[in-house]
């Protein structure tokens, strides 16, 4: 990478720290007062940003069972990278949630004080196992090998560690992230969630966006020769792209039905969605630089370094979009009693929203302290080493 590019690079990770560092000023000394978000619309750009980052994280880490617990050894060079991702992506999304809750220094008691019959409890209990399993799993890729062990028999244990590890982890990245999308649909009084699609929904879209991602920080950031990157970015364009196109099938299969017979609470909230007043946000940012665009590199130059840390940080940084139209219309476009807008008059007594500078301030320094933890662990650690 040029010099110039590196400075504008860092020049723009520290502006985003920077604009980040007051956003969490704001929020611990102003609270919640600056949001835009209010007693109708109580879930906004935080929330939607808890269930990106954990996409990504449940995305990052499922293609990396592809490798340790099915085999695929043309991808093992992508195996450590994918698990830090992982990592990574996990508390990131915790922040996020943690940033949102009304009372953040009690979040512990959700370990001390556990309710058995709540969702919550049983997804924060499923992070913490899903997490330790991946720094389980890093340590067992990266330890050197003992001198008294020769090479076969060290690497034939280490494979086999990291399968049956991996194996574990599958079902709980399944649980955990199917399970915020069955949190979703549970709830009958929105139409735009209450559907049975959703928990698929939520797993295909992170593997897409998470796939995407590896695609583009193995672009940028892969130093394992010109020839093997381009085999490795041919076949994870490959997985993106069919990913890609299979999610856009569910989605459209959740949309047309509705659209197709124009009745009910469903059809209003989803024409809203696709041609109201924040079209461009399905139209421009998810189909068109999220879909469209992505899809035509991947399918017409998947070996081209530059086309492909486009084609996955178009898809990984716009699938945001994605999630703000799931949580987003869910509240604003199909109140649950009619009326109710009407019926009382305050200024946070409203059903629309639009996330703040400050609450997009706070979401700026996850990503960057994100962005510069990826940064330290690849000069730290070997990530794309193979684990042969």
């Known amino acids: 990478m040029k010099?110039?590019?590196?400075?504008?690079?860092?020049?723009?990770?520290?502006?985003?720290?920077?604009?980040?560092?007051?956003?969490?000023?704001?929020?611990?000394?102003?609270g919640h007062a600056p949001a835009n978000y209010g007693s109708y619309v109580p879930w906004g750009l935080w929330v939607a940003a808890y269930i990106y980052f954990i996409g990504l994280s449940a995305g990052s880490f499922l293609l990396s069972c592809l490798i340790y617990v099915f085999g695929m050894r043309k991808l093992e060079r992508v195996g450590r990278l994918a698990l830090f991702t992982a990592a990574l992506t996990l508390p990131m999304a915790l922040i996020c949630i943690?940033?949102?809750l009304g009372q953040m220094w009690r979040s512990y008691e959700v370990f001390t004080r556990a309710h058995w019959t709540?969702?919550?409890?049983?997804?924060?209990?499923l992070y913490s196992g899903y997490f330790v399993l991946i720094l389980v799993e890093l340590y067992v890729d990266m330890r050197p090998r003992r001198p008294d062990i020769d090479i076969e028999r060290w690497e034939y244990r280490k494979r086999r560690t990291l399968r049956i590890l991996g194996s574990i982890g599958v079902p709980l990245a399944l649980a955990f992230h199917g399970g915020v999308g069955a949190l979703f649909a549970t709830l009958g009084a929105k139409p735009l969630w209450h559907s049975g699609l959703f928990p698929i929904l939520f797993l295909t879209g992170a593997l897409v966006s998470g796939g995407a991602l590896i695609l583009a920080i193995v672009s940028l950031m892969g130093n394992f020769g010109e020839e093997k990157r381009i085999e490795i970015t041919r076949i994870l364009s490959r997985i993106v792209l069919a990913l890609l196109l299979f999610d856009l099938l569910l989605e459209w299969a959740e949309l047309s039905i509705p659209m197709w017979y124009r009745v009910g609470p469903e059809y209003e909230a989803l024409y809203d969605l696709l041609f109201g007043q924040y079209w461009w946000v399905f139209w421009v940012f998810h189909i068109l630089l999220g879909s469209?665009?992505?899809?035509?590199?991947?399918?017409?130059?998947?070996?081209?370094r530059g086309a492909m840390i486009a084609a996955g940080g178009l898809i990984a940084v716009t699938f945001m979009a994605v999630r703000l139209n799931i949580v987003i219309p869910g509240q604003v476009l199909a109140p649950a009693l009619q009326g109710l807008a009407d019926a009382y008059q305050d200024p946070r007594l409203v059903f629309s929203y639009m996330p703040s500078l400050y609450e997009w301030s706070v979401v700026s320094f996850v990503a960057a302290g994100g962005i510069g933890a990826m940064y330290i662990g690849k000069r730290l650690l070997p990530l794309t080493q193979p684990s042969s």
């Open 3 to 30: 010099r110039s590019t590196q400075i504008v690079l860092w020049v723009i990770w520290l502006a985003l720290l920077a604009w980040g560092i007051t956003g969490v000023w704001r929020r611990f000394t102003e």
């Open 98 to 100: 943690w940033f949102d």
């Open 118 to 125: 709540s969702m919550m409890t049983w997804m924060v209990w």
């Open 292 to 304: 469209v665009i992505p899809a035509i590199l991947l399918i017409s130059r998947p070996t081209s």
